[in-house]
């Protein structure tokens, strides 16, 4: 007899959670007559960790797909525009280090390489501002848009940073009280499984068994379905990635039209680094570092000396990091998302983006029954895999392009012993050709693009060797590029408002619908 899926059992809430639910029961939502339901089994007693505030420009369409307003979502979740991340003293260390991972592609991005027009020119300009507009952009303080554009829609490329406890709130509702999400209120106290190794149900304190077909792990670090009742292995991965604390701190402003940055700050430290991002009513701010090669107290003084006085009695929360991911992340009828799956150090931002991928694939891919449920699973498993050794690679070449000696975490991070093998083989390429489209990034939905790894590579000061007359044929749309990007530059710089402003005006008046 076919048994056919009909019923999602998530087990635990947070931005994990809750995003999981709506992305599946939105793309679900003609079946819901015909039997097909989403349950949320939350914990009343189990805070969610909530320092997750970047995430990537995927957000947009994650949320416009589940009926989410933007401009509900910018009142209801103190968010603020991300345009990319600012990257200081990563290079040398030297005050006027730094550099632009921007959101927006490099202009004729897919029909030019950029990148090799720039190394030939060995011009003044840095890479960043010779490619895009959105560098100079941040650097004003400005928007990605104006009130006249319509939600969800860009004049510069953009995701959000936003307040994690406020957006899980948010998206709770959304799911209930729209997308028909049944949310229980309950603790779990064991997972029944069935004589063949699926899981029955889960049993809880409040509400008896819940009982399910598909299973959503999303119980954070303690991986309670996937890890410890499944046993599903963690793998370890701080022999690449080595900060394993963060100390996190909310830093209100003093004046009330203090500008926000539109772009996430991260800024490298003794044996790690600090993030700094700019919310509407406060800054988050955190340390996250190498408890292997420097202590707590160490780390500490380093964050409070980058805040000054604005931080100087305000509490510090200390969260442990634990680099790495399950071994599989679906198996049988149980899928792991978020922290239950894995996590990496916040430097680009991927806990939220992973979470949107996992859940867009589960509710894409779908079983239709039980005996095709392991097929799903192993595809699952293939390509979640792959991203999370690419986001693995990306974030270690941020600190393997260091030329910091300064102390020995920074000298450990170039060894090649903890630099991954596919990288290594890519930054050998990488001598003698840009990176560009046909360089393994070849996935439809690739977290990072090659540009994202030209940006980084460049804005570090790395050179690529051109080999002489091989852009001889290009040279005419190069130039022609240039011209645009300085007229789109020009354009924005004097038709974008200051950031504050627009998400003032977004908060009472709305942004216009399509």
């Keep these: 007899m076919v048994r056919p899926v009909q019923h999602i059992v998530i087990v635990g809430g947070g931005t994990a959670g809750w995003l999981t639910a709506g992305v599946i029961a939105a793309r679900h939502q003609g079946r819901r007559p015909h039997g097909f339901s989403v349950t949320l089994v939350e914990s009343p007693n189990v805070p969610i960790i909530g320092v997750g505030e970047g995430t990537w420009p995927t957000l947009r369409t994650t949320l416009r797909r589940m009926g989410v307003s933007e401009a509900e979502f910018f009142r209801q979740c103190d968010a603020s525009f991300k345009q990319g991340a600012r990257f200081n003293r990563w290079t040398t260390g030297a005050e006027d280090d730094g550099y632009y991972h921007p959101l927006m592609l490099p202009q004729s991005f897919g029909q030019l390489n950029l990148a090799s027009h720039w190394l030939a020119g060995n011009g003044d300009v840095s890479f960043c501002d010779s490619v895009t507009p959105q560098g100079r952009i941040c650097d004003a303080g400005l928007a990605p848009k104006t009130i006249a554009t319509p939600e969800y829609e860009a004049l510069a490329n953009y995701a959000y940073h936003l307040d994690a406890g406020k957006f899980a709130d948010f998206l709770r509702r959304h799911c209930c009280e729209t997308l028909g999400v049944r949310h229980v209120s309950a603790d779990v106290e064991e997972v029944i499984r069935t004589e063949d190794g699926d899981i029955r149900a889960v049993r809880t304190a409040q509400a008896g068994e819940v009982a399910g077909d598909l299973f959503v792990d999303c119980t954070g670090f303690r991986s309670l379905l996937l890890g410890e009742a499944m046993g599903v292995p963690f793998r370890p991965l701080n022999h690449i990635l080595f900060c394993d604390t963060a100390l996190a701190i909310q830093i209100p402003y003093e004046d009330a039209e203090a500008p926000i940055a539109s772009h996430t700050i991260s800024t490298a430290q003794s044996a790690g680094w600090i993030w700094d991002i700019g919310l509407p009513t406060r800054r988050g701010v955190g340390h996250v570092f190498s408890s292997s090669h420097t202590d707590r107290d160490a780390a500490e003084r380093e964050l409070r000396a980058y805040l000054g006085e604005a931080g100087h009695d305000l509490p510090v929360r200390e969260l442990k990091i634990r680099a790495g991911h399950r071994a599989r992340f679906w198996d049988r009828n149980c899928v792991a998302v978020g922290l239950a799956a894995g996590f990496l150090e916040p430097l680009e931002a991927s806990a939220i983006v992973l979470i949107e991928l996992s859940a867009k694939l589960i509710a894409e891919q779908m079983p239709a029954c039980r005996e095709v449920m392991d097929m799903v699973a192993r595809r699952f498993n293939d390509t979640t895999l792959y991203r999370w050794g690419r986001i693995v690679d990306f974030l270690k070449l941020h600190y393997t392009l260091t030329r910091r000696t300064d102390s020995d975490f920074w000298r450990d991070n170039v060894r090649a012993e903890s630099i991954p093998d596919r990288l290594q083989a890519l930054m050998a390429l990488w ?41 001889m044929a290009e040279t005419v749309g190069a130039e022609r590029a ?6 789109q530059t020009g354009r924005l710089l004097a038709g974008l408002p200051r950031h504050r402003d627009l998400i003032r005006r977004i908060v009472e008046r709305g942004l216009p619908t399509i």
Excluded: C, K
Aim: overall charge negative; charged content about 25%.
């Design 431 to 471: 001598r003698y050709q840009v990176p560009w489209m046909h360089d393994e990034f070849d996935r439809v939905e690739e977290v990072f693009p090659s540009a994202s790894y030209q940006y980084v590579l460049y804005g570090m000061g790395q050179r690529t060797e051109i080999m002489p007359g091989s852009l």
């Design 482 to 487: 240039w011209r645009e990007n300085d007229v």
